[in-house]
């Protein structure tokens, strides 16, 4: 066992323009520890990582990292001080190869100085193998799916030997799979030495591979404590100011209210080698989950019903009527929605304010209506503010640039661009991402009341208990297949892991 | 390479650029008028916006481009091969022997070479835009090449030779109003307000940045980023058409290659106006004041009889100046 101190934070203080986000924050970390740390969206955590990792300034405080004192950090100066981060934004570089952006600080050369690409790609291939994480060295970023990125964002933190390694929210929209590889690989560093600060808001994942847990609020230290000395029931008031309330469960309508609304099919969409003939129907007022692994076409299948990607053949029927959208124009028109799974990359325009986001794809709707009226920006930015207060986003103002706003407020925003553009028919894509216990009741809420408002609801999720909690319907896909639908008692988290791992299916369900 | 940079710290910069830029200009017109007070006199300062009105209906345009994301800079030519077109059709209708018979063809000369002059601008922008779209290249390099054909084309047409006007176009480039007013500024105010409006206060400017900040998310938000886009390059044709119509007016004769220049000296206006050459950044107000900062600079150095050459070093200067600004206040946190 070692012992020692691997990091120590004394007094910092972050001030960005209108929000102090670090208020004096001490924080440790012990060798061979995996510390946790959490709180509320806008807490503070991704500063202080951000900070540790050299890629944030901060105002005044101490770090002592080993039993060194340094008052300035930068990215290459923490990467040498041994410190590996796996930021919670996507911070690839888009248009160079995987096994490149894995050594990108120290790429190996040719005699001439000339980057090696080959030996490049051969080490890339072993360090992936050994990760157990499937995906071509050699590709382009670009080309890679949002979880493909984050793991290989991992992959980079672990190929070169970190003393300390930060991890801020690893997990998001990632599978079983993935969580329990990525747990096995920690421990195994652990063991060795290594140090873990670890920010996630599934606050199981904290009980099950913590060793201490800081609760951050409002940019302020509120406790820390050993993992055996708390508990979920302590945590949450400490996060959030109030006590924990009940997980949400939602009154589940009985199939025979649903028959009674109108009827949405999706009809046989394909597209070779991804999406496999998938047919189901949804009913108004229906809140129709996708469950399965990564990898299992469920993203691709949203981007064919919303004319994202090309489909091979596929219909859109809404009460017998064809509504099939060649195109993400034509889909907004027929009244559909979709919050993509990737924010940075398709939901949110990061340069623009949150209003300007928030109220986007009613614009576009009301030019296809030929609104030919000016902008009321007043009007508008009033809009976005009860928006920003029914979705508890943290903001300074509606015209703070999104790009300034911490993960879990960013996807709040996007959230609150479909939930508000009054769509008929919506798919969500991992709509919770990064948000916390807080606001993710308030957010089932609406999703709740857009059913009950008669809409049709279609949610990708990662999260288990998520979909089994909101939804009426699940249904499982593997293999880009639609394996199962489960409903009422059959229904169940468990039911859902076997049907996407396929294993013993004892009764498979008629489709 | 660094990895792309995550969050910026900044806060209304575009007004503090315009107001940058405001106390530039008024220093550079406290400058000149010490060394020459006849640099304040109200016909200098007219003179001055006459002469900025080609450039400033150019940036218009272009500034509406690159704020969707997308350039030009063909656009100089686009005005050049305009122009030499617009002077063509003028001087053959002024060729016609003036009897009784022929004076219909003089007279409609003139109306006509407006509208083939608009609908060339509107041709050359939708062309541009087309070969955009369909190549999939970056704009950079598809204006690069258009740009040299449509110089060519110009010296084809023209033979290297130039055609003049005879005087007989006057109204855009010459007339003043009460002996005072001159017509093009009026339409440079009304395009500048135009621009003003379209970006700020209608959907269709927020599609251009939403398009120019982050195209995939316009694109899955249902705008129809082509069809966005196009209609873009096509304003700054006609735009560009207008503009051909002025300058040729004043000058008084077409060249082939008469108002090149414009291609770059368009794109510095709006690079010291602040607009992100990645797109999604800018405002009409600041694109003009850019304009207007290049134009007094030029003129600030004849008034005050500094040698002419100085000025490109002067504008260099200007634009390092803006985008260091720009880039100061919307660093990187860290730093
Ligand atoms: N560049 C910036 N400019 C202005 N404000 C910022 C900037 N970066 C962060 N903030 C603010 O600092 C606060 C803390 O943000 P931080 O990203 O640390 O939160 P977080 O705890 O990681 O939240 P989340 O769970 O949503 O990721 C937030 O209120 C955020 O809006
Ligand atoms: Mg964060």
């Known amino acids: ?511 | 390479m660094k990895p792309s940079a995550k969050r910026v710290e900044a806060r209304g910069r575009e007004l503090n650029l315009s107001v940058l830029l405001s106390i530039t200009i008024l220093a550079v017109c406290i400058v000149a008028t010490v060394v020459n007070p006849r640099f304040i006199r109200i016909t200098n300062l007219v003179n001055i916006l006459q002469q900025i009105s080609v450039l400033g209906i150019i940036a218009c345009g272009v500034g509406m481009l690159l704020i969707s994301g997308q350039i030009d800079i063909s656009v100089g030519n686009q005005v050049s091969l305009m122009g030499i077109i617009m002077a063509l059709i003028i001087q053959r209708g002024g060729e016609i022997s003036p009897d009784a018979a022929h004076a219909w063809m003089i007279q409609w000369s003139i109306p006509f070479a407006v509208v083939v002059t608009f609908a060339v601008g509107t041709v050359l922008g939708a062309l541009t835009g087309l070969v955009v779209i369909k190549s999939r290249a970056h704009s950079f390099i598809v204006t690069l090449a258009l740009g040299s054909v449509y110089r060519g084309i110009a010296l084809l047409i023209s033979r290297g030779g130039s055609f003049t006007l005879y005087g007989r176009f006057e109204t855009l480039g010459r007339t003043r109003i009460a002996n005072f007013l001159p017509v093009s500024i009026i339409f440079l105010v009304f395009v500048v307000l135009v621009t003003l409006v379209l970006l700020k206060y209608t959907r269709y400017g927020r599609f251009l940045y939403s398009i120019g900040g982050n195209r995939k998310a316009a694109y899955v938000s249902g705008i129809k980023t082509t069809a966005v886009t196009m209609r873009a390059f096509i304003t700054v044709g006609v735009l560009n058409a207008l503009a051909a119509l002025i300058l040729i007016s004043r000058v008084g004769t077409a060249l082939a290659g008469t108002a090149d220049a414009y291609s770059l000296d368009a794109l510095a206006a709006i690079v010291v106006g602040g607009v992100a050459i990645t797109g999604g950044k800018g405002n009409a107000l600041s694109i003009f004041l850019g304009v207007l900062l290049i134009g007094i600079v030029g003129n600030a150095l004849v008034v005050m009889n500094v040698n002419p050459h100085l000025r490109g070093i002067f504008i260099g200067v200007i634009i390092i100046g803006s985008v260091t600004f720009s880039g100061l206040s919307e660093q990187r946190s860290r730093m």
């Open chain 1, 1 to 511: 066992m070692v012992t020692g101190m691997a990091l120590r934070a004394e007094r910092i203080v972050k001030n960005y323009p209108g929000v102090q986000a670090l208020k004096s924050v001490d924080f440790d970390l012990r060798r061979g520890e995996v510390h946790a740390l959490v709180g509320q969206n806008g807490a503070g955590k991704s500063t202080l990582v951000e900070i540790i990792a050299g890629s944030v300034s901060y105002d005044s405080g101490d770090i002592h990292i080993g039993d060194q004192k340094h008052t300035y950090l930068d990215p290459s100066r923490s990467i040498e001080l041994g410190i590996q981060t796996v930021h919670q934004e996507n911070q690839l570089v888009e248009e160079i190869t995987v096994a490149e952006n894995i050594f990108l600080y120290d790429l190996p050369r040719t005699r001439y100085g000339f980057v090696n690409l080959r030996s490049c790609i051969q080490a890339a291939d072993v360090l992936l193998q050994e990760l157990g994480i499937d995906v071509e060295p050699g590709k382009k970023i670009s080309s890679l799916s949002f979880v493909d990125k984050k793991l290989i964002s991992i992959a980079k933190a672990f190929s070169r030997k970190a003393r300390i390694l930060i991890l801020d929210e690893p997990t998001a929209s990632l599978d079983e799979q993935g969580r329990n590889a990525l747990f096995s690989l920690i421990r195994r560093y652990t063991s060795l030495g290594l140090s873990t600060i670890y920010i996630s808001h599934h606050l199981s994942e904290i009980f099950e591979i913590a060793d201490r847990v800081t609760v951050l609020k409002d940019g302020q230290r509120v406790s820390t404590k050993a993992i055996g000395e708390t508990s979920l029931h302590t945590i949450v008031p400490e996060m959030i100011g109030r006590s924990s309330q009940s997980l949400y469960v939602r009154d589940k309508k009985g199939r025979q209210t649903l028959e009674q609304g109108s009827l949405l099919q999706i009809v046989d969409f394909h597209r070779e080698g991804v999406v496999d003939h998938v047919s189901f129907s949804v009913r108004a007022g229906e809140v129709y989950g996708i469950a399965g692994l990564v990898g299992a076409g469920r993203t691709e299948l949203a981007q064919l019903v919303f004319g994202v990607d090309r489909s091979d053949h596929g219909s859109l029927l809404l009460d017998g009527k064809d509504i099939t959208a060649g195109s993400p124009f034509n889909a907004v028109d027929e009244g559909i929605g979709f919050l993509t799974e990737d924010r940075k990359d398709s939901g949110l325009v990061l340069i623009q304010p949150v209003y300007e986001n928030i109220t986007l794809v009613r614009f576009v709707k009301e030019i296809k209506k030929k609104v030919k009226s000016l902008l009321n920006l007043a009007k508008e930015q009033d809009d976005a503010r009860t928006v920003v207060q029914q979705l508890d986003i943290r903001t300074p103002t509606v015209s703070q640039k999104v790009i300034n706003l911490s993960g879990g407020n960013q996807q709040k925003v996007v959230l609150g661009k479909w939930l508000f553009a009054d769509s008929e028919i919506i798919i969500f894509d991992e709509p919770t991402v990064g948000i916390d216990v807080g606001s993710k009741s308030e957010i089932y809420k609406l999703i709740e009341k857009l059913a009950d408002d008669g809409k049709f609801i279609i949610i990708i999720s990662s999260d288990n208990p998520e979909l089994v909690s909101v939804c009426d319907t699940v249904g499982v896909m593997r293999f880009g297949r639609l394996v199962a639908e489960l409903r009422g008692d059959q229904m169940t988290e468990e039911q859902i892991v076997k049907h996407s791992l396929g294993v013993s299916v004892i009764k498979e369900p008629e489709l």
